[in-house]
Each structure stands twice: as structure tokens, then as C-alpha cells.
């Protein structure tokens, strides 16, 4: 099968005669996504299209459905909406049609802040916002598998975060070192916001406690799901 590697659809192009291209929003191995407009109702939803060699037998677009669906519960994820199909260069291209949400990815929101990172206080805020919307997540025995800062979309913020996450892994079931992979995940994300490693030997004891010098054998020693780490953030001691 040949490969399409880009489908650079331009603004305004139709897809079928339900949406029409606004803008991209981001590329990645499997596919890119699109901001569209339905048609019908106007309504902006996101569209992810996979790229066919990707996605042999549709097989990669219907487990990331499927998985989207069933944690659909959980208010921190992209909600999943439809599965359509369309013709490129004679082959049969899926694509995912979810929440289109409003918000800036957490990386460029740190670049706008002063020195490009948050205070000890805002961070705290951002990291129990994250562990507790993973808690569920993890308690389903599901995971992300790819918990980075260009993943990680800032609705709202100020005493606290309203957060969306991007891009979900979803080949087989979880184990218990996927699961493990999310929170050590979680603790970096904390402690590069907060400054990485040029400030850390100035942090605080209980920041320390947290981030155990990112030392995976140390986080987990202390918390293996996200579920545990938000309960440490709410009965950690300070001095």
C-alpha cells in the first residue's frame, strides 16, 4: 500500500458534504487533526484523519474509538462523537470526529508566563488537576501512554486547572507499567513547570518529596497510580 503522508487539506475544503476544513490543528504518527465545521448545524468539532498505512483494516481508528467511548465518563478526555470514512488517492480514509475544545496547549501557556514556568502554588493546582483526572482512567485499567506538556490542553486556570487531554495511546491493554508510566509522567510534567532542573535544588523540601529527583523507582515507591498521587497531594505535610 502506498503511503499518503500528508492529506493538507486547505481552509475551506469539503469533506463529503457533512464538514468543512477550518484549520489544522497538529500532525502526528498516525494521522492529523482538522478543526471542521458542520455543516448542518455550524457546530466546530475536531476531526482526526489517519493516515490509511497507519491504520490497516481500520484497525487503529476503531480501538482509539472504542476507548475514547468507553472512558467517556471522564471529563478530562476528548469526547469521541462519530466514525466516517472518505476517499484520498483510491484509498479508504478514516477519520474520528470528537469535541472540538477551546484552549491553549500547556506548553505555550508556559511560555507566557515569566521566566517560562509556574510558582510551587499554581503547580501544585496543576498537578493534582491532572492525577485527578486520570484517577478514573487508571481505576478502569486504562491508561494515556504519551502524558506530555504538547498533550495537555489549558481551558481555564487560576486557583485551579480545567484541563482536556490529546492523543491516547490505544494498542492492547493496559499493565501495570503503562499505568506506572502515566504517574512518573505526571511528576515530570509537575516538575518541568515549575522550573526543571535549573531550579530544583531551591525548591522546597515537600516539592522534592514529590518529585523524588524523577527517579522512577522512588515515585513509585510512593505513589503507582494517579488515583494515589492525588491523595498524596492532599494529605502531604508541610513544614
Not at 115 to 144: N, S, T
Request: overall charge positive; hydrophobic content about 40%; charged content about 25%.
Amino acid at each position: 500500500m502506498s503511503s499518503i503522508q500528508s492529506f493538507d487539506f486547505k481552509p475551506g475544503a469539503r469533506i463529503g458534504n457533512r464538514y468543512e476544513v477550518l484549520s489544522r490543528l497538529g500532525v502526528g504518527w498516525e494521522g492529523e487533526v482538522y478543526k471542521l465545521r458542520e455543516i448542518d448545524t455550524n457546530i466546530e468539532r475536531a476531526g482526526k484523519f489517519f493516515f490509511p498505512h497507519r491504520n490497516r483494516r481500520r484497525k487503529a481508528s476503531r480501538v482509539y474509538a472504542q476507548k475514547l467511548h468507553k472512558l467517556r465518563a471522564f471529563p478530562i478526555l476528548i469526547q469521541y462523537h462519530a466514525s466516517d470514512i472518505i476517499e484520498i488517492e483510491g484509498h479508504g480514509v478514516v477519520f474520528l470526529v470528537s469535541e472540538f475544545v477551546e484552549g491553549e496547549l500547556l506548553e505555550d501557556f508556559l511560555k507566557r508566563q515569566r521566566g517560562g514556568r509556574i510558582g510551587v502554588f499554581q503547580g501544585l493546582h496543576l498537578l493534582h488537576a491532572l492525577a485527578a483526572g486520570m484517577e478514573g482512567i487508571h481505576a478502569a485499567r486504562e491508561y494515556h501512554g504519551d502524558l506530555h506538556m504538547g498533550n495537555i490542553i489549558v481551558r481555564r486556570f487560576g486557583i485551579s486547572f480545567d484541563l482536556k487531554l490529546l492523543d491516547m495511546y490505544h494498542y492492547g491493554p493496559a499493565t501495570s507499567a503503562d499505568i506506572q508510566d502515566d504517574v512518573v509522567d505526571l511528576v515530570r510534567i509537575f516538575y518541568d513547570a515549575i522550573g526543571g532542573a535549573p531550579r530544583y535544588a531551591k525548591q522546597p523540601l515537600e516539592v522534592k518529596e514529590i518529585c523524588r529527583g524523577l527517579k522512577r523507582s522512588l515515585i513509585l515507591k510512593q505513589y503507582r497510580t494517579a488515583g494515589q498521587l492525588r491523595q498524596y497531594l492532599e494529605t502531604m505535610q508541610w513544614s
